[in-house]
């Protein structure tokens, strides 16, 4: 028979343009029972048919002093529990946790294969046929890949039944190098090589095998020379064998090249299982790419393919923690709202916390709906976080109602609660007045308005007071309301907003009368509170009364705060008056770089003479006419109480007063009206006069 000579021109390149005169040569080596070699010379060319290393190493008791190669452990990473394959993905914030404690207290490596050869097979095993035993490793390489069944089976089979090693025995221990605990990719390389060596043929299941070794234990080289000899030997790329390189590729980090080959594999009509599925996306999350997570994810829902609840738990939980608002919803809208997937309490206040901080009411409405379904326990971040979802939607009012809500349901309303209101009403420049008429408005629908809301409105008073003066005004009008609309009293956190709006303003006639306010209603005052009142007196030239109430803030066992020490000194740096030098060289104002003991013990001296005149006279303490009687005594009122501020005061107080007489006769009309005959069967007229009506009746009549 004639032989047809080849001509490999330009058009034979171009129509096969992955050709190779390396394939070619090792095609006709193969057919003549010659030598090839792999490309690039990866692997040895075919020699003697001699069984060498490693098949005659691992079927053979080792010697001690054998060499040792270095393996990594590598643990599995399938969530969905339906692999094709136990070689599957692996969770990569869990890689190292495998490691066998032999590995790690010996300091160096050890050849599993040489460790399982020393393993004598199980009697159960000696016993089988041999066709039962070529099944049962079939079997064991391709549903549960480890390397001590594979040798203990081939140990009996090769060694001791003499039958000589074939492509499906040597496929059966590649195969089995996909064990995540003992594996090794230079063991494969190696069977690859004496295949070579003992003229045993590598078909593409081998070659695939290979693969799935390179998938669980990641090696690029060996990945790309297998690949390279599947196209050159003409060979397609399995399904398998796709999913085994995207694989190798994630374990890799290489996540650009595993998305292009899905793309391939998407093209090629090649499904993507589950595993790989999840193992990617697994990974794609570790890394914080939650755009490309959710890309994924709505592909596979418009194929309509089923995601695993626990993917889906992942999912939820890590994009929720790393704020990524779209994902959070997509997850929620397709999961949890159609009752697929049960989140516990940490992961919907997460969520809560997104919907918040993007102003999705929606979300945030279906986040609180499902816990209060559920019965989980609502805190107090969950109605913060409902406040700030009302809020950053632009609902003011609606944000309102929910802290409403929460003092009803018996949830203290805290500084923080308020936060995002605060913000809302400084940043869109909301009129206090405007607010405060949608708590009206709330009190009028039967809501019990806490005392958060009304102070949040007066805290918005005082950022204004330092650029708008009126904004004392409207303040301290604001505050003649307050109990009008809440059933708590001011506390201390209220008036010392109230103070240092004034102090702002440098407004100290308003100042004065919310003191006389608080020590009216037996408010005891803070640290904070007396601080306030130091700069206010500073602020305004009267350091005999700042001074004062630096020693009451002393004797309640107060301490300023550097940042108040700091102003003190730099108000009375320019002054002469001695009250100021006296709080300037005060020990506890100092920073410690000076110490005046002088002045310290004049004051101190200072202080005592005047408790001691005080003392001297018949009239209490806090009957002296120096101290006005008050639930608390402010050594300065003998000097700031002006005629102006009494005025003030008594102009409040008889406002005050009005209101309630007016609504004491409002009431007292209303039961007296209510007792007469027939008022409950009134019925109020139209707008027609009376007189038309009149006409209208006698043109009826007539007629």
């Known amino acids: 028979m004639s032989r047809t000579t080849l001509v490999l021109d330009g058009l034979w390149f171009c129509l096969c343009p ?31 048919k001699t069984i060498t290393t490693p098949i ?65 097979a199980p009697e159960s095993l000696t016993g089988q046929k041999t066709q039962t035993l070529e099944s049962r490793l079939q079997e064991i390489t391709v549903n549960n890949p480890r390397i001590q069944s594979a040798t203990q089976i081939l140990r009996i089979l090769i060694r001791d039944r003499k039958i000589p090693p074939e492509t ?61 000899t599947l196209r050159e030997r003409w060979l397609p790329l399995s399904p398998s064998g796709w999913h085994f390189v995207v694989a190798g590729l994630l374990r890799e980090h290489q996540f650009e090249l595993a998305l292009d080959h899905l793309d391939q594999m998407k093209l090629k009509g090649v499904p993507v299982e589950n595993w790989l599925f999840n193992m990617l996306i697994y990974y794609l999350c570790d890394f914080q790419e939650f755009d490309e997570v959710l890309r994924l994810l709505r592909s596979r829902t418009d194929q309509h393919l ?94 309102f109602e929910v802290l409403c809500k929460m003092h009803k349901a018996g949830v203290a309303l805290e500084r923080s609660s308020t936060r995002a209101v605060l913000d809302a009403l400084i940043q869109r420049d909301i009129n206090p007045r405007d607010a405060w008429t949608m708590l009206k408005k709330l009190k009028a629908t039967k809501f019990e308005v806490p005392l958060g809301c009304a102070a949040v409105i007066l805290e918005k008073c005082e950022h204004e007071a330092l650029h708008n003066a009126t904004a004392v005004e409207d303040g301290v009008a604001l505050y003649n309301e307050l109990y009008d609309l809440c059933s708590e009293k001011a506390d201390v956190s209220t008036f010392n907003m109230l103070i240092s709006m004034c102090r702002r303003a440098k407004d100290s006639d308003h100042g004065m009368f919310v003191v006389h306010e608080m020590a009216a209603l037996g408010v005891v005052p803070n640290g904070s509170t007396f601080e306030h009142l130091i700069m206010m007196c500073l602020d305004a030239g009267n350091f005999e009364s700042g001074y004062m109430y630096f020693q009451d803030l002393l004797n309640r066992g107060f301490s300023p705060s550097e940042d ?14 001695p009250y100021a030098t006296q709080l300037r060289y005060h020990p506890r104002i100092q920073d410690g770089s000076v110490r005046c003991l002088v002045d310290e013990i004049t004051s101190v001296h200072e202080y005592g003479r005047r408790l001691k005149e005080d003392s001297t006279t ?8 120096r101290y006005p009687t008050l639930a608390w005594q402010p050594s300065f009122i003998r000097e700031t109480w002006s005629k102006k501020t009494k005025e003030l005061y008594a102009q409040a107080r008889r406002q005050a007063s009005k209101q ?44």
């Not at 946790?97 to 599993?112: F, H, M, T, V």
């Not at 499906?168 to 090794?184: E, I, K, P």
């Not at 007489?661 to 006069?689: C, H, N, S, T, V």
């Open 18 to 48: 992955s050709f190779s005169i390396s394939a070619l040569n090792g095609a006709r080596t193969a057919l003549g029972g010659g030598s090839r070699r792999f490309p690039n010379r990866r692997y040895s060319s075919f020699g003697p």
């Open 56 to 120: 005659r190493r691992i079927l053979s008791k080792p010697d001690a002093d054998s060499n040792e190669l270095d393996t990594s452990t590598l643990r599995e990473h399938v969530s969905d529990g339906e692999r094709s394959h136990s070689s599957g993905p692996q969770r990569p914030s869990q890689q190292h946790r495998n490691d066998r404690p032999e590995q790690q207290s010996a300091g160096r490596s050890i050849d599993p294969a040489t460790t399982i050869a020393s393993d004598d």
């Open 168 to 228: 499906r025995h040597y496929r059966a221990l590649v195969l089995a190098n996909s064990d995540a605990m003992r594996g090794s990719t230079e063991t494969v390389r190696n069977l690859l090589e004496e295949m070579e060596l003992n003229a045993i043929p590598a078909d593409s299941g081998t070659l695939h095998a290979a693969l799935q070794v390179s998938a669980v234990h990641p090696d690029y080289i060996m990945r790309q020379d297998i690949l390279r």
């Open 306 to 399: 089923d995601i695993r609840s626990e993917l889906s738990m992942y999912v939820l939980d890590e994009a929720s923690r790393a704020l990524h608002y779209e994902t959070c919803r997509f997850i929620w809208r397709t999961m949890v709202e159609l009752q697929y997937l049960h989140p516990p309490h940490d992961i919907c206040s997460k969520v809560l916390a997104v919907a918040a901080r993007t102003g999705d009411v929606a979300l945030g409405t279906s986040v609180f709906r499902f816990m209060v379904d559920s019965e989980s326990p609502i805190t107090l971040a969950n109605y913060e976080s409902m406040v700030e979802a009302y809020v950053v939607s632009g609902d003011l009012y609606a944000g």
């Open 564 to 577: 108040t020490r700091a102003a003190i000194r730099a108000v009375c740096a320019d002054s002469r008056d």
């Open 618 to 625: 018949d009239v209490p303490w806090r009957e002296s006419p």
């Open 660 to 703: 309630a007489r007016k609504r004491k006769r409002r009431a007292i009309a209303i039961q007296r009206g209510q007792e007469e005959e027939g008022w409950l069967d009134y019925e109020p007229g139209g707008l027609i006069p009376e007189d038309q009506l009149l006409s209208r009746g006698d043109d009826s009549k007539s007629d």
